[in-house]
T-cell receptor, first 112, second 114 residues
């Protein structure tokens, strides 16, 4: 079955360390997205990529970085510059502008 | 810019009660509208969508009608079940040049009790 795989489900890191969250899709979608979810704030867009080797900042890109070297992969690095990294991170993809997003099951990152 | 406003939760209902979750939007152009559902510890799943005015999206007993005149897309279900307990997100997509990204509301938590 086609879908989006995020790993790991839970991730723990010490403050000051960079950490990379994995996102892989086998839906053959061109566009991929990273969202951050915090209680009471809904989803906020971090980065998105509409095609391989191209990506754009979303609304809250500071302290994050991404790469898109392959169509099926869109990893997100949470750097030590991100002041409040503890959150639930969701990766998504879609086919066209009017298509719905397909989401992975998320990675819960805890930084202490 | 584009925005979505949802009623605040949590909404607590008894099983078989009628559900309405309000959603209004502000957007340039003619957005597509979506409702997503999130069960605990999971990602979001598409519940239903509508792509033009007066369209009605429906799925699993849930319905929402795209009302351009009131810029609304309220979610309704005639008889809720305990298994409907989740967080519901309204979203829009305009596909404008700024990036074909979705704008989400803050989510409404629904709790259904026996």
């Amino acid at each position: 079955d086609g879908g989006i795989t995020q790993s790991p489900k839970y991730l723990f890191r010490k403050e000051g360390q960079n950490v990379t969250l994995s996102c892989e899709q086998n839906l053959n979608h061109d566009a991929m997205y990273w969202y951050r979810q915090d209680p009471g704030q809904g989803l906020r867009l971090i980065y998105y990529s509409q095609i391989v080797n191209d990506f754009q900042k979303g609304d809250i890109a500071e302290g994050y970085s991404v790469s898109r070297e392959k169509k099926e992969s869109f990893p997100l690095t949470v750097t030590s510059a991100q002041k409040n990294p503890t959150a639930f991170y969701l990766c998504a993809s879609r086919d066209t502008v009017d298509s719905p997003l397909h989401f992975g099951n998320g990675t819960r990152l805890t930084v202490t | 810019g584009d925005s979505v406003t949802q009623m605040e939760g949590p909404v607590t209902l008894s099983e078989e009660a009628f559900l309405t979750i309000n959603c209004t939007y502000t957007a340039t152009g003619y957005p597509s509208l979506f409702w997503y559902v999130q069960y605990p510890g999971e990602g979001l799943q598409l519940l239903l969508k509508a792509t033009k005015a007066d369209d009605k999206g429906s799925n699993k007993g849930f319905e929402a009608t795209y009302r351009k005149e009131t810029t609304s897309f309220h979610l309704e279900k005639g008889s809720v079940q305990v298994s409907d307990s989740a967080v519901y997100f309204c979203a829009l997509s305009t596909g404008t040049g700024g990036g074909n990204k979705l704008t989400f509301g803050t989510g409404t938590q629904l709790k259904v009790e026996l």
